[in-house]
């Protein structure tokens, strides 16, 4: 682990891919009544666009993992941004749904490398010490992206058309690939591969990972919280389109609360991680979640529903954030596989949470889907701030005796 601080420029390209990723990964939410429109097929059908995108996103993990070990993080990271501009311009050109599902589900495949790697490069470079912060700070522009995929889906969508949305996507990934891979050129120390050619079969990496019992444990925690949260959150500017009567851009504009929950917590990182500690997070990140979702689901009124979703961001990012950070030490001899299988664990999460959510929206409606989300992710929080005082309990029994 490098002494130095990293620097700043690779830190802001990373953090331009992220907001490229994430900002692809949402922006059809907003604009699935318009999709559905679009192609004649119910709401339910066409969000399968995310549940694709999810699944390919949360399968490349695997390949991407081993291979940022094997040739360098940043060099993979550029390569596969420049990758998925092919997806979003196929996704602009789509004539039918299934073109558009296919396009998709390669834009997922290349999207899954950015953001896991670019954590796994942090904790190559930052100390723990200050990495949750560093974190914070990169993973703010895909918080960004998250805002700005749904706010633009939905505006696109209502004025210049769904297709315009894809497109501009296309060319936030060209500049972010082609800058990054400009920089790798002019330092290429910044990305040293690893990995051993041929020593550690591409399996083995990721069974050594899972081999590890607190890996395991925060694996299904992200996995579950993947389910509930981001599962959900598909289907919340559907649920404010129909249940508030607004139209998709102000949805999408409620919605993006959540991604600014996000940037209200990047702000404060520095002092929540002071006085609450990880335990603290962990609880009052999975409490503040439960009120957002369940507020979501019950508002009456525009203004309660934006309070919801910020309050839901705020939360998710507070408990999300603490996975990270623990997930970066989870096997610091393989991060960038660690931290593959722990993006891909929460996209497959969010994969089957987005099928369930169709499940529960056919037979129950929106508003019993995002109460049970709520639910779900408080006890979440609860249970995960309880194994925290446990780890940490055994860290200090342990340094006691050495």
């Given amino acids: 682990m490098s002494d130095t601080a990293p620097p700043r420029l690779v830190i802001l390209l990373l953090a331009l891919a992220g907001f490229a990723s994430m900002a692809s990964m949402r922006v059809t939410d907003a604009m699935l009544p318009a999709l559905s429109q679009a192609f004649e097929r119910p709401v339910a059908e066409v969000a399968q666009n995310i549940t694709l995108f999810a699944i390919a996103y949360g399968l490349m993990q695997l390949a991407y993992g081993p291979m940022g070990d094997r040739f360098g993080t940043l060099r993979v990271i550029g390569l596969a941004t420049l990758a998925c501009a092919l997806g979003a311009l196929g996704s602009a050109l789509a004539e039918s749904l299934p073109l558009l599902l296919a396009f998709r589900t390669l834009n997922g495949a290349t999207a899954a490398a950015i953001i896991p790697l670019s954590m796994a490069w942090v904790g190559d470079n930052v100390s723990y010490e200050q990495r949750q912060v560093t974190l914070a700070h990169m993973l703010s522009g895909a918080v960004l992206g998250l805002i700005s995929g749904q706010v633009a889906g939905g505006f696109l969508a209502d004025t210049l058309g769904w297709q315009t949305a894809f497109g501009l996507l296309m060319l936030l990934f060209l500049a972010a690939g082609g800058l990054l891979l400009a920089t790798l050129r002019q330092r290429p120390e910044l990305s040293p591969a ?209």
């Fill in 194 to 402: 690893k990995g051993a050619p041929g020593r550690i079969a591409f399996f083995s990496r990721i069974r050594e990972v899972v081999l590890i019992a607190r890996a395991r444990r925060i694996l299904a925690l992200v996995f579950l919280e993947g389910i509930a949260a981001f599962g959900a959150l598909a289907f919340v500017a559907s649920h404010l389109y129909t249940r508030l009567e607004v139209s998709l851009t102000q949805a999408g504009l409620m919605v993006a609360l959540f991604g600014v929950g996000g940037l209200i917590f990047a702000a404060l990182a520095r002092t929540l991680v002071a006085r609450l500690g990880e335990p603290g997070l962990a609880a009052g990140g999975g409490m503040l979640m439960g009120l957002g979702f369940i507020g979501l689901a019950l508002a009456p009124q525009p203004a309660l529903a934006a309070a919801g979703a910020f309050c839901a961001g705020l939360g998710f990012y507070m408990m999300h954030s603490t996975l990270q950070i623990n997930a970066t030490q989870m096997a610091p001899a393989m991060r960038g596989t660690a931290m593959a299988v722990f993006a891909g664990c929460l996209f497959l999460g969010q994969s089957v949470g987005v099928s369930l959510g169709g499940l529960v929206l056919r037979l129950a409606g929106s508003a019993w889907l995002l109460i049970a989300a709520g639910l779900w992710l408080l006890a979440l929080g609860l249970v995960f701030a309880w194994l925290l005082r446990q780890w940490h309990s055994e860290q200090e029994a342990a340094t006691a005796l050495s």
